[in-house]
């Protein structure tokens, strides 16, 4: 139920107004790491779910006579599916206002596999 949560305010942050449901994403993460909810499909334990696997979950969950066609927007498989995967993004205030250099800490070298 938690996650669900997080993911629909991720949904509701793609939509044309997402200060609010940024804010109340970032204050609810806040509140679930305190408590020991989960805020990750890692800390649901499908930190090896495959792509195909996330798009049949949400292809399920786009179903004609799915509860998800009750929210105030339209919502198709892809915009589930990378809700589903950036429940922990920042918020989005905050990395606007992150200075570069540190910014440039955060980022990791990628390694090259053939």
Same mark, same amino acid.
């Given at each position: 139920?938690?996650?669900? #949560?997080? *993911?629909?305010?991720?949904?509701?942050e793609?939509?044309?107004?997402? %200060?609010?449901?940024?804010?109340?994403?970032h204050?609810?993460?806040?509140?679930?790491?305190?408590?020991? $909810?989960? #805020?990750?499909?890692?800390?649901?334990? $499908?930190?090896?779910?495959?792509v %195909?696997? $996330?798009?049949?979950?949400? =292809?399920v969950?786009?179903? @004609?006579? &799915?509860?998800?066609?009750?929210?105030?927007?339209a919502?198709?498989?892809?915009? *589930?599916?990378?809700?589903?995967?950036?429940?922990? *993004?920042?918020? @989005? %205030?905050?990395? =606007?206002?992150?200075? $570069? &250099?540190? %910014?440039?800490?955060?980022?990791?070298?990628?390694?090259?596999?053939?």
């Amino acid at each position: 139920m938690a996650f669900g #949560i997080l *993911v629909q305010l991720r949904l509701e942050e793609m939509g044309p107004n997402p %200060a609010l449901a940024a804010t109340a994403r970032h204050q609810l993460i806040q509140f679930y790491r305190q408590i020991g $909810l989960p #805020i990750t499909l890692a800390d649901l334990g $499908l930190e090896e779910v495959t792509v %195909a696997n $996330l798009n049949q979950a949400a =292809q399920v969950a786009c179903r @004609p006579n &799915s509860d998800i066609h009750h929210l105030p927007f339209a919502v198709t498989p892809e915009q *589930v599916a990378a809700a589903m995967v950036s429940t922990s *993004v920042p918020h @989005p %205030a905050k990395v =606007q206002t992150m200075p $570069l &250099s540190a %910014a440039k800490d955060t980022v990791q070298p990628q390694e090259n596999h053939p």
